[in-house]
Every structure is written in C-alpha cells, then in structure tokens.
C-alpha cells in the first residue's frame, strides 16, 4: 500500500483546536516533525483540512 510522508511545516500557536488535533493525530508535534502514513481516505481528508500547514510527499 502507498504511503505518504507529511511534514509539518508551519507552527501550530494561534490555530483553531480542531486544527492542531488533526496534526497531533497524524502524528506531528512540533513544525519540521514529519510522520509516514497510509495513503487512504482517511488520511487525505485529514491532509486536506491542514494542507496550508505541511507538506506531503510519497514515501
């Protein structure tokens, strides 16, 4: 199965709760943390809430 590397590339201070538990979820903490995850459903719609703050590339 693909998957993807998201890295987190903006900070997460001052940003809506929903927002910073979409990133904690996929497992990124702190800006330049990155995190391999499957390529499914899920994951593409938790990427596409934060796509202003990371970055994916497949892994």
């Given at each position: 199965?693909?998957?993807?590397k998201?890295?987190?590339?903006k900070?997460?201070?001052?940003?809506?709760?929903?927002?910073?538990?979409?990133?904690?979820?996929?497992?990124?903490?702190?800006?330049?943390?990155?995190?391999?995850?499957p390529?499914?459903?899920?994951?593409?719609?938790?990427?596409?809430?934060?796509?202003?703050?990371?970055?994916?590339?497949?892994?």
């Open positions: 199965m693909a998957q993807l998201i890295t987190l590339k900070s997460l201070i001052g940003r809506p709760k929903d927002q910073i538990a979409t990133a904690k979820s996929l497992g990124l903490t702190k800006p330049g943390s990155t995190a391999v995850q390529d499914n459903v899920q994951t593409k719609g938790k990427v596409a809430k934060i796509s202003h703050l990371i970055e994916v590339e497949q892994a």
